[in-house]
């Protein structure tokens, strides 16, 4: 997970990234040759689909994830995995949100527990068995559960504290993995399947600050986060400066609302090196301001 957010952090190509994953995790597997070729590209895809391909509605929260490893501490990376992998892959989410549960009701918890909560909404089928284990032994790995020699028995490690702009991230990542596009910003704070991080507390104008979150209302408890709408956020993109570096990353507050913009495909785009379209999506044809890049800042040049 690492290597590849780092080099999409570089911007390299989809077919190089996937190329040093089969160098490392070859390298990982010399040892233990019965393993078969096709398990290691099943890795290798699952790791694209979190970082280096994921569903074009995630692109925007992956390059926010990109621009964030960058700046937060190693301690920190895990929690931007984490949110990745629940966004991309819902059944994670829903495996680690069961383990969140349980273990506000207990200290420890059994594989079994954890199955079986799963089951209750997948189905009881060898296919769920086997990646809830997965899920599980992900947990493992990343420092964030503890079990015995035989993996059979679990507890929880001490929640990691996260920053602001990393648990409104996680926030992000628990919107999409959900579908539901919106919850209270309450139980946002304390969603079972964010149990292995302390979130800050956070307020609707600390929201506000993200490119990809909107929240309506006063108090913690009766505000509505949701996932900000293309829209919006082009709307807001319009007639902005915006700064972009090579690569998937952006380096200022404003440029951040262009990472969800990527999405929109070839209504927005590079016009050459240091020109950027930002489209007014509101007006009844489409208009674009282009900005170009000076040695001292950046200035609109017109508009078309």
Avoid at 246 to 251: A, F, S, Y
Avoid at 268 to 287: A, I, K, Q, W
Wanted: charge should be neutral.
């Amino acid at each position: 997970m690492e290597q590849a957010a780092a080099l999409v952090s570089l911007g390299r190509s989809s077919d190089e990234v996937r190329a040093s994953l089969h160098e490392i995790i070859g390298d990982a597997r010399t040892s233990a040759p019965e393993k078969r070729a096709d398990s290691r590209t099943r890795t290798i895809n699952v790791i694209s689909r979190v970082w280096v391909e994921p569903p074009s509605e995630m692109l925007g929260l992956r390059n926010r994830g990109v621009d964030l490893l960058g700046q937060a501490g190693t301690l920190e990376h895990v929690a931007l995995h984490w949110g990745m992998t629940m966004a991309v892959y819902p059944f994670f989410a829903s495996v680690c949100g069961s383990i969140g549960r349980l273990l506000k009701l207990q200290d420890s918890l059994t594989s079994r527990d954890v199955h079986r909560r799963v089951a209750e909404e997948y189905g009881d089928r060898p296919t769920v068995v086997r990646a809830t284990g997965m899920a599980l032994g992900n947990c493992v790995d990343w420092g964030l559960l503890k079990t015995d020699a035989r993996r059979k028995s679990y507890w929880r490690e001490v929640r990691r504290e996260v920053g602001q702009d990393i648990a409104m991230f996680l926030i992000e990542s628990a919107l999409c993995a959900s579908g539901a596009g919106s919850a209270s910003l309450d139980s946002l704070l304390h969603y079972s399947a964010l149990f292995p991080f302390q979130l800050p507390g956070l307020a609707t104008h600390d929201i506000d600050q993200s490119a990809g979150l909107r929240a309506v209302g006063l108090g913690v408890a009766e505000a509505t986060v949701s996932l900000a709408r293309e829209e919006e956020v082009m709307n807001q993109l319009a007639g902005h400066i915006v700064i972009v570096h090579e690569g998937c990353g952006t380096r200022d507050n404003l440029s951040r609302l262009l990472d969800l913009a990527r999405g929109w495909g070839d209504s927005f785009g590079t016009v050459e090196e240091g020109y950027f379209l930002v489209p007014r999506v509101n007006e009844h044809r489409p208009s674009f301001d282009v900005w170009r890049r000076r040695e001292r800042g950046l200035r609109g040049v017109g508009s078309r």
